[in-house]
């Protein structure tokens, strides 16, 4: 108990610091661009507890999920058929590096032609942004899964569909987990991008709307909101990594009170 306070309390250090800071700053330094922090806090609580939270916040989350479960599926799939066939793996891998090299946010124009100027467009961008951390990571997995592990399968005859999910997926899922993890973060930043074209709601519109009308606290409680959706979206999936990767963490002996 005394560690995980203490664990806390670290945490806790420099973000309290640099917001007192931030605060003590914002209030003398009479800044157009910087309001006080206290104006910020105060258009926060007006605006997203819960004003426009049905209009802009909930829209934004639903195309980011949306997008980010076709990019974990897609990702899982196509990176374990990838991770399992040498063949296939060497004749996709062009491909692969093409298409991840593009970056996401160029092929928004192509998105709306193709899907117009909906939800679909955005989530097109989202999914397409996010799968590659997944699919690289699930290949890499699969093809560290280790070779006496499958002979050993094999030769007691394990049907295939058993060797996948308990073996292949287990064994590469700290992998597939690590990719998950950065694509939610790349998921967050497209959410934003993919919002500030062709857009009349969500938290990336707002940001962009609010600082084409000289609206910088406004603005600025936009920008502190997706601060927050990253970190709570970024702790909620180290908890569920914790207890879905429990069995990891034991093999590889961590401490956390170390």
């Known amino acids: 108990m005394i560690a995980r306070l203490r664990v806390l309390g670290l945490h806790l250090v420099v973000p309290v610091g640099a917001l007192l800071a931030f605060w003590a700053w914002s209030e003398r330094a009479?800044?157009?661009?910087?309001?006080?922090?206290?104006?910020?806090?105060?258009?926060?609580?007006?605006?997203?507890?819960?004003?426009?939270?049905?209009?802009?916040?909930?829209?934004?989350?639903?195309?980011?999920?949306?997008?980010?479960?076709?990019?974990?599926?897609?990702?899982?799939?196509?990176?374990?058929?990838l991770g399992l066939s040498r063949t296939l793996?060497?004749?996709?891998?062009?491909?692969?590096?093409?298409?991840?090299?593009?970056?996401?946010?160029?092929?928004?124009?192509?998105?709306?032609?193709?899907?117009?100027?909906?939800?679909?467009?955005k989530v097109f961008i989202i999914a397409l942004g996010t799968v590659w951390p997944?699919?690289?990571?699930?290949?890499?997995?699969?093809?560290?899964?280790?070779?006496g592990q499958l002979d050993a399968a094999r030769s007691y005859q394990v049907p295939v569909r058993a060797r996948l999910t308990r073996i292949i997926l287990p064994?590469?899922?700290?992998?597939?987990?690590?990719?998950?993890?950065?694509?939610?973060?790349?998921?967050?930043i497209l959410m934003v991008v993919s919002e500030m074209v062709a857009s009349d709601n969500g938290v990336g519109y707002f940001v962009l709307e609010s600082q084409r009308s000289f609206a910088i606290p406004e603005m600025w409680t936009g920008i502190v909101l997706l601060g927050l959706l990253g970190f709570l979206l970024n702790w909620l999936f180290q908890l569920v990594e914790a207890r879905v990767l429990f069995w990891h963490r034991g093999l590889k002996g961590t401490n956390d009170d170390a």
């Open 171 to 188: 064994a590469a899922s700290p992998r597939i987990v690590a990719g998950m993890r950065t694509s939610l973060s790349i998921a967050i």
């Open 30 to 81: 009479d800044s157009f661009f910087f309001p006080p922090a206290s104006e910020i806090a105060r258009f926060f609580a007006d605006l997203w507890l819960f004003d426009r939270v049905p209009g802009d916040l909930l829209p934004s989350l639903g195309r980011m999920f949306t997008g980010y479960a076709i990019a974990v599926a897609a990702g899982v799939a196509a990176g374990t058929a």
């Open 89 to 121: 793996r060497t004749a996709a891998d062009p491909v692969v590096q093409f298409l991840r090299a593009l970056p996401p946010p160029a092929l928004i124009p192509f998105a709306l032609l193709l899907f117009g100027a909906g939800d679909a467009s």
């Open 134 to 147: 997944i699919l690289l990571n699930t290949i890499d997995g699969v093809r560290g899964v280790e070779r």
